[in-house]
């Protein structure tokens, strides 16, 4: 199991879990971390914010050690599932309460994006590569977000998310093959 480092905020330097044996799981690099929250400010405070393709959770971590008022992170593989447990269970330590703002589901994304009670401010999008996951999520993105919601977006490819429905690209990057986009509603 591999460990990456929360790179700012209130959990700054602590380490998650990284299951390594699970085909197509890809956490965000620490340069488009360090990228993206400046972009977002480093203080996420009362925001609600969703990491509706999991993975290893640090998206939804980091938003956390930086004040977001709740985080959900939605993932159906078992192993990632399990390896977000054990994390968000050392990141709270004997003190649960550090961690009430930390709300795991373990589901199909699509299956929860449909059926969300609750809206957010802030959506990260990382879903695997090559499965055409952003297509079949922009219909049901008016459902999930706030008035004044943006999204973070990963993909294989820049033109990928660079307009998701409403959405259009305000900020964009690219590492290796990863290409990253900040989306606001046009």
């Given at each position: ?22 085909p ?22 009362g925001?609600?914010?969703l ?8 998206l ?18 078992p ?14 330590g004997e ?7 930390l709300?795991?589901i ?13 809206r ?5 999008l ?6 055409g ?5 922009a219909?049901?993105l ?12 990963e ?24 290409f ?7």
């Amino acid at each position: 199991m591999a460990r990456i480092r929360i790179s700012g905020g209130e959990w700054r330097s602590r380490l998650i879990n990284v299951p390594d044996k699970i085909p197509g799981l890809r956490p965000t690099p620490d340069r488009v971390r360090v990228t993206l929250f400046n972009w977002l400010g480093q203080d996420l405070t009362g925001l609600d914010c969703l990491d509706l393709f999991a993975g290893s959770g640090v998206l939804g971590f980091e938003a956390a050690s930086r004040g977001a008022a709740r985080v959900t992170l939605v993932e159906r593989d078992p192993g990632a599932f399990a390896a977000l447990q054990q994390s968000a269970h050392q990141l709270g330590g004997e003190k649960s309460e550090q961690t009430e703002q930390l709300e795991l589901i373990r589901a199909d994304a699509l299956k929860f994006a449909a059926s969300a009670a609750r809206r957010y401010d802030l959506i990260f999008l990382d879903p695997p590569y090559h499965q055409g996951w952003l297509e079949r999520v922009a219909p049901l993105l008016p459902c999930l977000t706030k008035p004044g919601a943006r999204l973070y977006v990963e993909s294989e490819a820049g033109e990928a998310a660079a307009a998701l429905g409403e959405w259009r690209s305000v900020r964009s990057g690219r590492a290796g093959q990863v290409f990253y986009q900040l989306l606001e509603q046009a």
